[in-house]
C-alpha cells in the first residue's frame, strides 16, 4: 500500500490511502453477511452499502483503511464466516426480510392491478426463499423440516 494518495495536481490528500487494491472487493455484511463490493468515494476513500439490510459502511482514518487493507490482502473479509448460531439467526433474519418484501409485493399486486413484471418479481422472491430457506436448513445442521 502506498505512503499516501496525491489529488490531480500532485499535493497530497490528508488521511487517504491508495486504494486501488480495495475496488470491487468483497466485504460481508456485518447484519446479514452479504458479499458487499467495495466502492471509491470521490474523497477515494473505500465503503460499501448493504441494499437489503440498508446499511453504509464507511471507512475513515488510515488506520481503518490500512485494517481493511489487511483484511482484504490475508481474505479475512472473504472467508469471515459467523459461528453456527449467530449464522443461522443471520439467515432466519434475511429469511423474514424476504418474506416481508414479497408480502408487500403481494399486496400491491391484486386482483384488479395485476402487473405481470410485478409477478415476476413476486416468483423471484419465492426462488430467492427457497434458497435461503436451504441454506438455513444447512446452517441448523439437522435437517429437519420447518414446523
Request: charge should be negative; hydrophobic fraction near 35%.
Amino acid at each position: 500500500m502506498g505512503p499516501g494518495a496525491t489529488t490531480l495536481s500532485g499535493e497530497k490528500q490528508r488521511n487517504v490511502m491508495e486504494i486501488s487494491d480495495f475496488a470491487g472487493k468483497p466485504f460481508p455484511c456485518p447484519v446479514c453477511n452479504t458479499a458487499l463490493p467495495i466502492k471509491i468515494s470521490l474523497k477515494q476513500k473505500p465503503y460499501c452499502m448493504c441494499l437489503d439490510c440498508g446499511i453504509q459502511i464507511f471507512f475513515r482514518g488510515q488506520a481503518g483503511i490500512r485494517r481493511l487493507h489487511q483484511m482484504i490482502s490475508s481474505e479475512e473479509a472473504v472467508a469471515a464466516e459467523f459461528d453456527y448460531p449467530a449464522r443461522a439467526i443471520s439467515i432466519y433474519n434475511h429469511l423474514q426480510h424476504l418474506k416481508r418484501q414479497k408480502m408487500a409485493f403481494e399486496d400491491e399486486q391484486g386482483i384488479f392491478n395485476f402487473d405481470l413484471d410485478r409477478q415476476k418479481v413476486i416468483d423471484a422472491l419465492d426462488d430467492e426463499i427457497a434458497r435461503v430457506r436451504q441454506a438455513l436448513e444447512e446452517a441448523s445442521g439437522n435437517g429437519e423440516e420447518e414446523k
